[in-house]
C-alpha cells in the first residue's frame, strides 16, 4: 500500500520542494523584474523569456537523466544549478546579477518537479499504488507554491531576502532527500542481488500482488 510505503512519502517531500522554488518565477518574476528600476513592459517581455528557459528545463531534463545514466543524479544536477541561482540573488546586490539568477533558477527549479513524477511512476508497480501515490504527490506536492506565495512580500523589495533564503532551502532539502532516497533504493537492489527471494507456493495473484516488492524488480535510480 502506498501509503505505508515510505519511498513514496520520499517522493513526495520531493515533489512538495521542488513546486516552491518552480512557482516563484511564475508568480513573481515580473515582480521580481521590476523591482530592479525595469518598466512593466521590459519586465513582461523578461518574463517570457524566464519562462522560455523554465520551459527549457522541464523539456531537457529527461535526456540529461538519460546522460547521467540516472533520474536521482539529473535531479540532483538541477538542484545544485537551483541553488547557486538563490546564492546569487541573495549574495548581490546587483541588478544584473539578481536578473541572471532569476534565470539560472527559472531553468533549473522546475526540472524535479517535471521529472520527480516521472521517476518515481516507473519505479512503482502494481494496479492502485501508482495511482495512489500520483494523487498523494498531487495533493500533498502541489502544496508546494503555497509556502511561496506567502514569503515574497512587497515589503522586502528588490531583494527579497526571505523569499530567496525559503527557496533556497527548500532547493537543499529536495538535494538532501533525493539523494536519500538514491541510497535507499540503491541499497534494495543489493539486497534483492543477494537474495533474490523464493516465490514458491505462491499463487499468480500473489505474485502480482508483490508489485515492486517482486524480489526480482529492480528500482531505477
Avoid at 521580481?32 to 523578461?46: D, F, K, M, N, V
Wanted: aromatic content about 10%; glycine content about 6%; some cysteine.
Amino acid at each position: 500500500m502506498a501509503l505505508l510505503d515510505f519511498k513514496v512519502w520520499l517522493w513526495t517531500a520531493i515533489d512538495f520542494c521542488a513546486n516552491a522554488a518552480t512557482q516563484v518565477n511564475g508568480m513573481f518574476g515580473p515582480s521580481i523584474i521590476e523591482s530592479h528600476g525595469y518598466s512593466p513592459q521590459t519586465a513582461q517581455a523578461l518574463t517570457a523569456l524566464t519562462n522560455f528557459m523554465a520551459f527549457s528545463g522541464m523539456a531537457s531534463i529527461a535526456y540529461t537523466a538519460r546522460i547521467l545514466r540516472g533520474s536521482s543524479t539529473a535531479i540532483a544536477l538541477s538542484n545544485i544549478l537551483t541553488i547557486c541561482g538563490f546564492l546569487l540573488a541573495l549574495c548581490s546586490s546587483n541588478p544584473s546579477v539578481h536578473i541572471l539568477a532569476l534565470f539560472v533558477f527559472s531553468f533549473a527549479s522546475p526540472q524535479p518537479a517535471a521529472h520527480g513524477p516521472a521517476w518515481q511512476m516507473c519505479n512503482l508497480q502494481g494496479n492502485t499504488k501508482p495511482a495512489m501515490a500520483a494523487a498523494m504527490a498531487s495533493a500533498f506536492g502541489g502544496l508546494g507554491p503555497l509556502a511561496t506565495a506567502f514569503v515574497y512580500r512587497d515589503e522586502d523589495r528588490p531583494q527579497y531576502t526571505r523569499g530567496h533564503l525559503v527557496c533556497l532551502l527548500m532547493t537543499v532539502a529536495c538535494f538532501v532527500v533525493t539523494l536519500v532516497l538514491r541510497r535507499v533504493l540503491a541499497k534494495e537492489n543489493r539486497r534483492r542481488d543477494l537474495d533474490c527471494g523464493d516465490l514458491e507456493g505462491m499463487s499468480d495473484e500473489q505474485v502480482q500482488d508483490l508489485a515492486d516488492n517482486h524480489p526480482h524488480f529492480r528500482y531505477r535510480l
